[in-house]
């Protein structure tokens, strides 16, 4: 029998999305924009003290995963301006998690 069980991978990426969403370029805490949705992730799954200590990690991949396909899918659709335009607020958000010490370089 396969079960699958939730996982910080799982929430790394809507947490990210979210992130991107709420923070846009505004100078808003991350900690504060991603409480919410990982504590409900936390109530409906729980998280152990070292996925709580990667989780921002597996965001800051997934942002630079978004970075990396942007780049690729617009040149190979150079006209496609559509394709930049996550790039902006993923880099904002990840240059954050890095100034408020979220992650190290």
Aim: aromatic share 6%.
């Amino acid at each position: 029998v396969l079960t699958l069980e939730p996982s910080p991978g799982e929430l790394a990426r809507p947490l990210a999305d979210f992130c991107v969403n709420v923070l846009g370029e505004r100078r808003l805490g991350v900690l504060l924009a991603s409480d919410g949705v990982t504590e409900g992730y936390e109530r409906e799954f729980g998280l152990e003290k070292k996925e709580r200590e990667i989780l921002f990690y597996l965001m800051a991949m997934r942002l630079v995963t978004t970075i990396t396909m942007s780049c690729h899918n617009a040149k190979l659709q150079p006209d496609n301006k559509y394709l930049l335009v996550t790039q902006k607020p993923a880099r904002v958000l990840l240059r954050q998690l890095e100034e408020q010490q979220f992650i190290q370089p």
